[in-house]
């Protein structure tokens, strides 16, 4: 009896054990994703007052400064290190910060926050893809939570019919979408021996050097931004909130618990987008609006939980 009720409690803290990991990867998405939705309605407020490569370079410039103080040892300790892991942070770096920012800022030029929220949800169906031909099962829960939620950021695009019609922002915005999923699917394959804050520091300063050439052009041709509140308070809130807090919360997340169950909770984006640019832009929701994001919501519901394994091969969680 004695070991049978030991067997027992070593099954019951290994199953509480698992809950912990999975309980807190949730959380540290779902911050991401609340801090990454005031993103794109800074990015919105910006449109006509910075140009997009300029807003990216300086929102890497105040990330880095941001997370310098707390990075640079590890970075330095770690250099030999980073070194022989040039090539993927060098391909992070420029999928996750040159480019899916500057295409995020390009795409506020000519469409509204919400529609930037909504089609950037439909970003876990793409990471489901990568974690699929991985190799890793998700299981029908999680498929079928994709399914719906995406079926309301679909019909969201729309404006409550299936038949699409995009703006040019639209498709900006299809492509940063495609950016960040590639983005967190790599971060599956990173180095484990690579601290967090290494990893943040070395991606930020190598996503910054690379815009550099591009940042320069801008200013020549466009002209430098006028410094005001109305610049500088966007600016910082996306270097500081949703560059460093949220990379750091959402790269913790996916080593967690996955690329594809991180991406689900990704879904209540438009939620918090819609919320936001309508206090803070005046862009109205309306009825069909707030039933699609009822979807989203319930599709987020249903995929988030655990998928049970089927034989051996492994949950995407």
């Given at each position: 009896m004695a070991v049978l009720d030991r067997i027992r409690s070593s099954d019951r803290s290994g199953a509480e054990g698992a809950r912990r990991p999975s309980g807190t990867g949730l959380l540290l998405a779902l911050v991401a994703t609340?801090?990454?939705?005031?993103?794109?309605?800074?990015?919105?407020?910006?449109?006509?007052?910075?140009?997009?490569?300029?807003?990216?370079?300086?929102?890497?410039?105040?990330?880095?400064?941001?997370?310098?103080?707390?990075?640079?040892?590890?970075?330095?300790?770690?250099?030999?290190?980073?070194?022989?892991?040039?090539?993927?942070?060098?391909?992070?770096?420029?999928?996750?910060?040159?480019?899916?920012?500057?295409?995020?800022?390009?795409?506020?030029?000519?469409?509204?926050?919400?529609?930037?929220?909504?089609?950037?949800?439909?970003?876990?169906?793409?990471?489901?893809?990568?974690?699929?031909?991985?190799?890793?099962?998700?299981?029908?829960?999680?498929?079928?939570?994709?399914?719906?939620?995406?079926?309301?950021?679909?019909?969201?695009?729309?404006?409550?019919?299936?038949?699409?019609d995009f703006a040019p922002g639209d498709l900006w915005m299809f492509a940063a979408m495609l950016s960040f999923a590639s983005y967190s699917a790599l971060l599956r394959h990173r180095p484990a021996a690579i601290g967090q804050l290494a990893f943040l520091f070395a991606t930020f300063v190598l996503g910054a050097l690379m815009l550099a050439p591009a940042f320069a052009v801008s200013v020549v041709v466009q002209g430098r931004f006028e410094p005001t509140v109305g610049t500088v308070g966007p600016l910082l809130y996306v270097g500081v909130f949703s560059s460093a807090v949220a990379f750091f919360a959402w790269n913790r997340a996916v080593a967690l618990i996955g690329a594809a169950r991180t991406g689900i909770v990704y879904y209540l984006q438009p939620v918090c987008v819609a919320g936001l640019s309508f206090v803070l832009l005046d862009e109205s929701t309306g009825p069909v609006q707030i039933l699609c994001l009822a979807l989203i919501l319930g599709g987020v519901a249903l995929g988030a939980g655990r998928a049970r394994p089927a034989g051996r091969t492994c949950d995407a969680g």
């Open positions: 609340v801090v990454w939705s005031g993103s794109f309605v800074a990015s919105r407020a910006l449109h006509d007052s910075v140009p997009p490569v300029q807003a990216a370079f300086w929102r890497w410039i105040v990330a880095i400064a941001a997370v310098a103080p707390f990075a640079v040892r590890e970075t330095w300790r770690q250099r030999a290190l980073l070194r022989a892991h040039l090539g993927f942070l060098t391909l992070a770096a420029l999928i996750g910060v040159t480019v899916y920012n500057t295409l995020v800022n390009q795409a506020g030029v000519s469409t509204s926050a919400g529609q930037m929220g909504m089609i950037m949800a439909a970003s876990p169906v793409v990471m489901a893809v990568y974690e699929r031909l991985g190799g890793r099962r998700l299981g029908r829960r999680r498929i079928a939570g994709m399914a719906v939620a995406c079926t309301g950021v679909l019909l969201l695009v729309g404006n409550g019919s299936l038949a699409l």
